[in-house]
Each structure stands twice: as structure tokens, then as C-alpha cells.
């Protein structure tokens, strides 16, 4: 399982939408397209050794026969999934809708995080409560379906989501071992909603605050508004002028517009520099950094997990091979491809690779990922003392005098 929607280094089009006579011919049209657009505009004109013109006339029969636009999408995903990279799939044309984007997007009024395969809850009165099921249904075998700690973490939080209003009966287990049966609300979440070209509309979440006289916490949940980004960074530079250091957290950002990464670091850097590059059908784009006035000059912490996703490991992994910011958590899920999203002639959304990554330390973090140089596990027991141990590590370290 893959996340669906992972959205970096974007480019947008969109092509004239005819009206076939059917749903299935529309199906169809919208196999063609992607068959295309692939073959012409995929990085590697190589397609990674596939036999391209085979694996068409493998699935496009599925989508002839298909009987609803679900059973279409899976075999077009079928399809896409030979490539074997993130950043390709197709996103529902419901998904375009902003008022259900929103609804979409509530979810229960409390932190988790994924632990050792199991959820547990991270907020007062449940810290470190245990979620066995969701509405009666076990919420294990749902989880073992994961092959990643991404896979894990995103079935979790689909599980947790639905319409805000909506009630949701959760089965829970407390540190004791008894079980208890609570019912939730659920809630959209504080941020607000963003678009950017042919993108389903997102949350995003952008904060700063003082940690103590000496350090100050920028979290950010995606790179979309440019603006907002640019405003917050500049606030957070401003207050924390004087102190030792500055922690980004990522963790749970699902990444955004690659060149914002560049445009963060100008807030951090001194002299020119780049994060890397990306490298397309032949041509290749730098991801050049620009230094702010009155950059910051102390130390930089980033916190990353499994979650945090393609224009956020850009800007992870560019900052630790310039040897500006230390990294900590855990392993990011290695989902850093540039890609763009086209409009299909059945509405949905198709986003497809069109670049390589290579990081400023020449290596691909493609499947790989941002490796922290602070590994630091989260256990149920800091969980039910309230402690966030990663960034209580990063604190710890920004706030130390120098040897």
C-alpha cells in the first residue's frame, strides 16, 4: 500500500475534457492518457526495462470490461504499479471536491502515534491507551495488511478519519490491560484548506512557538503557500535571533512544491548553495538556494518519521549534506520524486513521475530515505508520560553550550 496522494516538485496541465458517449469509453480515454503520458514523458525513457506496449494490451481489456470507475482505476493503477517508484497513481475525482476534502479530512480530537505495530494514543485522559478496534471491527488485521511503517501509519489514520460531526465507537485497552468502549466526534483539524494547480484541496498546518529562551519549534504539515511559509519562517528567524537554535519539525509533513525546500533553507544558509537535483527527460534542475538577510545562524535540528515525505526529505537531506542541520527521529519512507498531476477525461487526477532526485551529497533517496543522525525509537511508556522523546532529544542538544 502506497500513500495515494504525495505531491512534490509539482507541474500542472490541463488538457481539454471531451464527452465520450459512456462511462467506458471515457475509462478507456482516460487508460490511453496515461499509457501515453508515461511512455512520453516518464524521466527514464527506459521505463526501467519494461515492455511498455505489453503491459498495455495486458490491462486495457480489464478497463474495457470494467463495470464501475473503481474496477477501471485499479487496473490503471495495476498498471502503474510495474514502475515501482512513489509519486505515480491516480487520485478520485470525489477527492477534487472541497467540501469533501474537508470531511475527509476529520478525524478523532487526539494524537497517536504507531508503535510497534499498534496505535496507541498520545493525549490526556488515553496516554498510552491502546486502539484494538474501530466500530467493533479489530483494528490488527487491518494494520498487518501494511508492508511499511508509512503503510502502518497512513491505514491508522484512515481508519480514524470520516465526516466532521460524525460519531466514531472506538475500542481501547489501558495501560492496565482493561478494555474500554469510548465514542468520539469527530473534528476537522485546526489548519485550513489549500490547492495548488491540478491537486485535490489539503490541509495545512503551519505554526511557531518559543520553546524557552534559548530554542524556538517551527512545525510544518506540507509545502504549499508560498507565502505563508516565507511569513513564518521570517517570524520564527526574528524571534529567535538570540537564541542557540531553531528545530524544524516534519514529521507528518506530506510534502508540497519542491523549490519551497529551497526557499526554507534560504532562511537557514549564509552562502549560496543547492539541495540537489532534479534530473528529467534531458534536462536537469538544481534546487538552488538563495540566502535570506538575517538568516539564522545557529543550530538547526530537523525531526522527521515515516511519514515525512518528498519535498521534506528534499530539504532534510540537503541541510545534512551541507552539514547545517542535524536529524532527528526516525527514517523517512524514501517517497522523493518529482512529479506533475494531470486532469483525466473520467475526472480524476493522474500523477506521474517526471524526474530523479539526486541529493546535494550525490546520492537517491528514492525508496531509501532520510536516514536521522539521532535515531530515536518512541515507546507506549514515553507516550503515557506525556514525553515527546524526539523532541526532547533535539532541545537537549540545541540548548547545550558549546564544548
Not at 469527530?186 to 498546518?205: C, I, K, M, N, Y
Not at 541529493?359 to 506525556?386: F, K, M, Q, Y
Request: proline share 7%.
Amino acid at each position: 500500500m502506497r500513500n495515494p496522494i504525495l505531491y512534490v516538485c509539482l507541474f500542472t496541465a490541463l488538457p481539454a475534457i471531451a464527452q465520450p458517449p459512456s462511462e467506458n469509453a471515457l475509462w478507456l480515454a482516460s487508460f490511453d492518457q496515461v499509457a501515453r503520458t508515461v511512455a512520453d514523458k516518464y524521466w527514464d525513457p527506459a521505463l526501467n526495462g519494461l515492455d511498455w506496449p505489453a503491459l498495455q494490451a495486458q490491462y486495457r481489456p480489464r478497463v474495457a470490461a470494467a463495470r464501475s470507475a473503481n474496477e477501471a482505476r485499479a487496473a490503471i493503477r495495476a498498471l502503474l504499479g510495474h514502475l515501482g517508484h512513489s509519486h505515480v497513481g491516480i487520485v478520485p475525482r470525489e477527492a477534487y471536491e472541497p467540501l469533501s476534502a474537508a470531511r475527509h479530512e476529520a478525524t478523532v480530537p487526539f494524537r497517536h502515534e504507531v508503535v510497534d505495530s499498534q496505535v496507541v494514543l498520545a493525549s490526556a485522559p488515553y496516554r498510552g491507551w491502546i486502539l484494538r478496534s474501530v466500530e467493533d471491527a479489530p483494528l490488527a488485521e487491518r494494520l498487518s495488511r501494511g508492508k511499511t511503517p508509512l503503510d502502518v501509519a497512513s491505514i491508522a489514520e484512515a481508519s480514524l478519519r470520516g465526516e466532521s460531526g460524525q460519531t466514531i465507537r472506538l475500542g481501547l485497552e489501558d495501560p492496565a490491560g482493561k478494555a474500554h468502549s469510548v465514542s468520539f466526534t469527530l473534528a476537522a483539524p485546526s489548519g485550513r484548506l489549500v490547492s495548488f494547480g491540478q491537486l485535490p484541496p489539503v490541509v495545512l498546518e503551519l505554526d511557531y512557538a518559543r520553546l524557552s529562551p534559548q530554542s524556538g519549534l517551527i512545525r510544518i504539515s506540507n509545502f504549499f503557500d508560498p507565502d505563508a511559509l516565507n511569513d513564518l519562517a521570517q517570524r520564527a528567524v526574528k524571534d529567535c535571533a538570540n537564541c542557540r537554535g531553531i528545530i524544524v519539525d516534519l514529521r507528518g509533513n506530506t510534502g508540497g512544491i519542491g523549490m519551497l525546500a529551497a526557499t526554507l533553507a534560504g532562511w537557514f544558509l549564509e552562502e549560496p548553495a543547492s539541495l540537489g537535483t532534479c534530473q528529467f527527460r534531458g534536462s536537469q534542475l538544481r534546487l538552488y538556494v538563495n540566502p535570506r538577510a538575517g538568516a539564522f545562524r545557529g543550530k538547526l535540528a530537523i525531526l522527521i518519521d515515516e511519514r515525512s515525505l518528498s519535498t521534506s526529505e528534499f530539504f532534510a537531506q540537503g541541510m545534512k549534506d551541507l552539514g547545517r542541520a542535524r536529524i532527528f527521529g526516525r527514517p523517512s519512507s524514501g517517497m522523493a520524486l518529482p512529479s506533475m498531476i494531470e486532469r483525466l477525461p473520467m475526472g480524476d487526477g493522474f500523477q506521474y513521475t517526471t524526474a530523479n532526485y539526486v541529493t546535494a551529497g550525490g546520492s537517491i533517496i528514492e525508496g531509501v530515505g532520510v536516514r536521522p543522525d539521532v535515531p530515536i525509537p518512541t515507546t507506549r511508556e514515553h507516550l503515557r508520560n506525556g514525553i515527546d522523546p524526539v523532541l526532547a532529544a533535539a532541545q537537549s542538544w540545541l540548548e547545550k553550550p558549546e564544548e
